[in-house]
Nanobody
Framework: QVQLVDTGGGLVQAGGSLRLSCAASGITFSSYTMGWFRQAPGKEREFAAAISRGGGSTKYADSVKGRFTISRDNAENTVYLQMNNLKPEDTAIYYC????????????????WGQGTQVTVSS
């Protein structure tokens, strides 16, 4: 049974930082690209960041580039999203996802999803 568990969300003031974690089980973690997506109320789920199987390549949405950093620990089956200089427009539910195709930004390319963790940034 595949399980992705997202944790680390919370309420933070603008300019603050949060670190999200996603622990995977039931998959060969190192065989999957890992991504973070987010969904704000009334909006579609959008890509935030992705990292290759070995961690050597990353991709970011323009809206988070320079502020967010994705990383992974294949020994711990965990992917992280370090979010700095948070803005109110970063408020959303954040989801991690596992995909087998590559570092892609479409939700259609990801096979497994976490339950999401709420991030709220106050102004």
């Amino acid at each position: 049974q595949v399980q992705l568990v997202d944790t680390g969300g919370g309420l933070v003031q603008a300019g603050g930082s949060l670190r999200l974690s996603c622990a995977a089980s039931g998959i060969t973690f190192s065989s999957y690209t890992m991504g973070w997506f987010r969904q704000a109320p009334g909006k579609e789920r959008e890509f935030a960041a992705a990292i290759s199987r070995g961690g050597g390549s990353t991709k970011y949405a323009d809206s988070v580039k320079g502020r967010f950093t994705i990383s992974r620990d294949n020994a711990e089956n965990t992917v992280y999203l370090q979010m700095n200089n948070l803005k109110p427009e970063d408020t959303a539910i954040y989801y991690c996802a596992a995909g087998s195709i590559g570092i892609l930004s479409s939700t259609r390319n990801y096979d497994y999803w976490g339950q999401g963790t709420q991030v709220t940034v106050s102004s």
